[in-house]
């Protein structure tokens, strides 16, 4: 499964941003994570496959919303309220996996990447 990320840019403070990602198979439970430099990738939000149940990261829970279409087999990442500590490379995982709910953080969960997506928000 190959994933295509877009979206992304800068923006200042309190504004919002738009990323997507498609993937070219089928997809169980789609992930987002982030990364900045010297730091490990950061879990941000995940949705189930079916009767859609997401999962947010304390940081963005509130200001980050979720939501994909199974038809078209892609995932939207609204992202609002932004803040400088939102500055990251994003990325979009996929996993293939039986639903593990409290595997759905860990990166290792998920088989596919995008090639990340740079997002600055400027204070």
């Known amino acids: 499964v190959q994933l295509q990320a877009s979206g992304g840019g800068l923006v200042q403070a309190g504004g919002s941003l738009r990323l997507s990602c498609a993937a070219s198979g089928r997809v169980n439970t789609w992930g987002w994570f982030r990364q900045t430099p010297g730091h490990a990738r950061e879990f941000v939000a995940a949705?189930?496959?079916?009767?859609?149940?997401?999962y947010y990261s304390a940081s963005v829970k509130g200001r980050f919303t979720l939501s994909r279409d199974n038809a078209e087999n892609t995932v939207t990442l609204q992202m609002n309220g932004l803040k400088p500590e939102d500055t990251a490379v994003y990325y979009c995982a996929a996993s293939q996996s039986r639903m593990i709910q409290s595997s759905v953080p860990v990166d290792t969960y998920y088989q596919f990447w995008g090639q990340g997506t740079q997002v600055t928000v400027s204070s």
């Open positions: 949705i189930r496959p079916s009767n859609p149940s997401t």
